[in-house]
């Protein structure tokens, strides 16, 4: 399953072999869902993981809307 864990970022001060200074972001992701079966879980563990995931932003109860008025000629 996909976990809702989150990435918590923060900037490290460092400087190069020529003394410029620049920042290199850091950070670590805690696991905070509780989840065994979590994605966040196993890479903690150095596993690789794969979630199918399904991303449908249809508005279905607009699409019905469209389909019964002067839209239902257009095979919707």
């Given at each position: ?7 918590e ?28 079966e ?21 508005c ?17």
């Open positions: 399953r996909q976990g809702t864990s989150r990435f970022e923060y900037f490290e001060r460092r400087s190069d072999p020529r003394g410029n200074v620049y920042y290199w972001l850091a950070g670590e992701t805690p696991i905070k869902d509780g989840n065994p979590a994605d966040s879980i196993a890479l903690k563990e150095n596993k690789i993981t794969i979630t199918p995931i399904h991303y449908n932003l249809t279905e109860k607009e699409l019905r809307r469209f389909k019964s008025s002067a839209f239902s000629s257009w095979n919707i």
